[in-house]
């Protein structure tokens, strides 16, 4: 009896092993995506940060999603502190500077519209997207987060003249 006993005791152990090892192992490759998403985005890649924002958005899991937010928190601080610093040294703290170069500025008492062109652009790398909010939280006075790009819809739709070319 202590034989059989053993074994089963043995058998349960080794599946239980087995099923921690399995989630284990998909975190690890869920870590590794993300590590590879993070680069993308931290080199400029817009379609890593399209990416990164997805899955903290509706990842395949809570550790998914928690670990994809946590990620992104993390760039949107280093960016906001590095970008932010650029506009005020490079750029004077002049919402209209920031799109010359990136989108026609009709007009460079309203930079609005120019800002949020950038904003919606996939085409528009992340440090210059970074500037662009940064801009837009000056001319506007909204304290948007760093790549809320909800946020900046929400209020566009609640001003549509400002936002509008």
Request: proline share 5%; aromatic share 8%; with cysteine.
């Amino acid at each position: 009896a202590r034989k059989h006993v053993g074994a089963e005791i043995n058998k349960e152990v080794n599946q239980e092993v087995g099923r921690r090892m399995l989630v284990f192992d998909q975190n690890l490759s869920i870590l590794s995506e993300l590590a590879d998403i993070g680069v993308r985005v931290r080199v400029g890649l817009r379609s890593g940060l399209d990416d990164l924002g997805a899955k903290a958005k509706s990842g395949g899991s809570e550790f998914e999603r928690s670990h994809a937010a946590e990620l992104l928190s993390s760039i949107r601080a280093d960016y906001d502190a590095v970008y932010s610093s650029q506009f005020q040294n490079f750029y004077g703290g002049d919402p209209s500077q920031v799109p010359n170069g990136f989108v026609p500025l009709k007009d460079p008492k309203k930079p609005i519209p120019a800002l949020v062109a950038m904003i919606r652009s996939k085409q528009t790398g992340v440090g210059p997207l970074a500037l662009a909010f940064i801009a837009l939280r000056k001319a506007t006075g909204q304290q948007f987060t760093l790549f809320d790009f909800d946020a900046v819809e929400r209020w566009c739709k609640d001003q549509p003249t400002a936002c509008d070319q």
